[in-house]
């Protein structure tokens, strides 16, 4: 390789990266906004002050179910059609929906919409770190997905920056991220590792391989449950709050929009950290052991501080952000774990069977908090998630440094 084709190669790799970062930017952006905004905004369109927790709780959970109806839908696009496949139709599908979110006035449209949205958001990250595992050179693709992490997870102080203007400004402004994304990637390129297998006669994207082969299957299942207890804080310790500060007899009414700020600031900060502790140790494992240890400390630490100040909470919140900074390098694991001929559909498919995971959480936890409250309810949840993440974890191989130019077979 000449100098110049080689120099060529470094700024389409730069760029590659870039675009996956600004992809989960705006899926970071999108996918927190209604948290951000879930109270002012069923206020302002008529649910009774009573009933914002539960019609809160029923459209994320909608919003979630097509995050897992969508991580299959672009997943095995990604692996028949290709990644920059993915890359464009699911922005699209996301900007049009947050469009449509601004102008919402009922309870009914605001769950279809954000449903449609969720499937659109499903497909951004997988894709992104897909691309950037299968171009990046095996010994430095670590620093690629940290950085997506980083860059990316500065979506959430976005969205609650602008929130600040109101609800529907913050679904415009989100709607036109994603347009401004899509003009931006088309620069992009294909992977390679895709395109050797491209017109080969190997099952591509194929969903229900994973589930036909015992060891497989047991692998998918282990990379979903290594992530589940990230959206346990995210989704339930700090979107519920206000509700949490009460039980904890905080001494300011606590903000939910705050928190996911410092939180999100938090796991970028630790999904730098992450990246940079897998890449020392040479050991993806050891470093998700670390900071699933880590996350569930930091939740003991919270749900412990009784009284608290506002100012507390936001830091603590920062801590817990810092400890479930392992996001990316989950996915990275999820990715490494499997043939590229499946690759994109796992990638696309574990870290929305996480968010979507959010359900059954959600589920869980009212169940025990009617028999046990708010606090205990957080750390049995927490302790079950945890273990079970650990157990999972052990079950994984070691995946830093392997080569991905591979296919899975029936």
């Given at each position: 390789?000449?100098?110049?084709?080689a120099?060529?190669?470094?700024r389409?790799?730069?760029?590659?990266?870039?675009v996956?970062?600004?992809?989960?930017?705006?899926?970071?952006?999108?996918?927190?906004?209604?948290?951000?905004?879930?109270?002012?905004?069923?206020?302002?369109?008529?649910?009774?002050?009573?009933?914002?927790?539960?019609?809160?709780?029923?459209?994320?959970?909608?919003?979630?179910?097509?995050?897992?109806?969508?991580?299959?839908?672009?997943?095995?696009?990604?692996?028949?059609?290709?990644?920059?496949?993915?890359?464009?139709?699911?922005?699209?599908?996301?900007?049009?929906?947050?469009?449509?979110?601004?102008?919402?006035?009922?309870?009914?449209?605001?769950?279809?919409?954000?449903?449609?949205?969720?499937?659109?958001?499903?497909?951004?990250?997988?894709?992104?770190?897909?691309?950037?595992?299968?171009?990046?050179?095996?010994?430095?693709?670590?620093?690629?997905?940290?950085?997506?992490?980083?860059?990316?997870?500065?979506?959430?102080?976005?969205?609650?920056?602008?929130?600040?203007?109101?609800?529907?400004?913050?679904?415009?402004?989100?709607?036109g991220?994603?347009?401004?994304?899509?003009?931006l990637?088309?620069?992009?390129?294909?992977?390679?590792?895709?395109?050797?297998?491209?017109?080969?006669?190997?099952?591509?994207?194929?969903?229900?391989?994973?589930?036909?082969?015992?060891?497989?299957?047991?692998?998918?299942?282990?990379?979903?449950?290594?992530?589940?207890?990230?959206?346990?804080?995210?989704?339930?310790?700090?979107?519920?709050?206000?509700?949490?500060g009460?039980?904890?007899?905080?001494?300011?009414?606590?903000?939910?929009?705050?928190?996911?700020?410092?939180?999100?600031?938090?796991?970028?900060?630790?999904?730098?950290?992450?990246?940079?502790?897998?890449?020392?140790?040479?050991?993806?494992?050891?470093?998700?052991?670390?900071?699933?240890?880590?996350?569930?400390?930091?939740?003991?630490?919270?749900?412990?501080?009784?009284?608290?100040?506002?100012?507390?909470?936001?830091?603590?919140?920062?801590?817990?952000?810092?400890?479930?900074?392992?996001?990316?390098?989950?996915?990275?694991?999820?990715?490494?774990?499997?043939?590229?001929?499946?690759?994109?559909?796992?990638?696309?498919?574990?870290?929305?069977?996480?968010?979507?995971?959010?359900?059954?959480?959600?589920?869980?936890?009212?169940?025990l908090?009617?028999?046990?409250?708010?606090?205990?309810?957080?750390?049995?949840?927490?302790?079950?998630?945890?273990?079970?993440?650990l157990?999972?974890?052990?079950?994984?191989?070691?995946?830093?440094?392997?080569?991905?130019?591979?296919?899975?077979?029936?």
């Amino acid at each position: 390789m000449t100098d110049a084709s080689a120099a060529k190669a470094k700024r389409n790799i730069i760029f590659l990266v870039i675009v996956a970062a600004l992809g989960y930017f705006v899926d970071i952006y999108d996918l927190l906004t209604f948290s951000i905004v879930r109270k002012a905004s069923l206020l302002d369109i008529g649910v009774k002050p009573a009933d914002v927790l539960a019609q809160g709780i029923h459209i994320i959970n909608w919003q979630m179910f097509g995050l897992l109806l969508g991580g299959i839908l672009w997943g095995v696009i990604g692996d028949k059609l290709g990644r920059i496949k993915v890359l464009f139709g699911s922005i699209l599908l996301y900007s049009i929906a947050n469009f449509a979110n601004g102008l919402v006035h009922d309870v009914g449209m605001y769950t279809i919409i954000r449903f449609i949205a969720g499937i659109g958001l499903a497909g951004e990250l997988g894709a992104g770190i897909t691309l950037v595992t299968e171009t990046m050179s095996k010994e430095k693709r670590g620093y690629g997905t940290m950085i997506v992490s980083a860059i990316g997870l500065l979506g959430a102080a976005a969205a609650v920056i602008v929130a600040k203007y109101g609800w529907r400004d913050a679904y415009f402004v989100g709607g036109g991220l994603g347009v401004l994304l899509l003009l931006l990637r088309l620069g992009t390129f294909e992977s390679g590792m895709f395109k050797n297998i491209e017109q080969s006669g190997v099952s591509k994207g194929n969903f229900f391989m994973l589930f036909t082969n015992w060891k497989r299957f047991g692998k998918y299942l282990a990379c979903i449950l290594i992530g589940a207890p990230l959206w346990y804080v995210v989704g339930v310790l700090v979107t519920l709050s206000p509700e949490f500060g009460k039980a904890l007899g905080a001494k300011d009414a606590l903000n939910a929009g705050d928190g996911i700020l410092y939180t999100y600031v938090g796991i970028a900060v630790g999904g730098i950290f992450a990246g940079l502790l897998s890449q020392a140790t040479k050991s993806r494992k050891l470093t998700m052991a670390v900071f699933l240890i880590l996350s569930a400390v930091s939740v003991v630490i919270y749900l412990n501080s009784t009284g608290l100040t506002s100012r507390q909470f936001v830091w603590i919140c920062f801590f817990m952000g810092c400890a479930v900074g392992y996001w990316t390098v989950f996915i990275t694991i999820a990715a490494e774990q499997f043939g590229t001929n499946i690759r994109s559909t796992v990638a696309t498919t574990v870290p929305n069977f996480v968010r979507g995971s959010l359900i059954l959480i959600n589920m869980g936890f009212v169940a025990l908090k009617g028999h046990y409250g708010m606090i205990n309810s957080g750390y049995i949840m927490m302790a079950i998630l945890t273990i079970v993440a650990l157990l999972a974890l052990s079950q994984l191989k070691e995946t830093f440094s392997t080569d991905l130019d591979y296919v899975e077979v029936s």
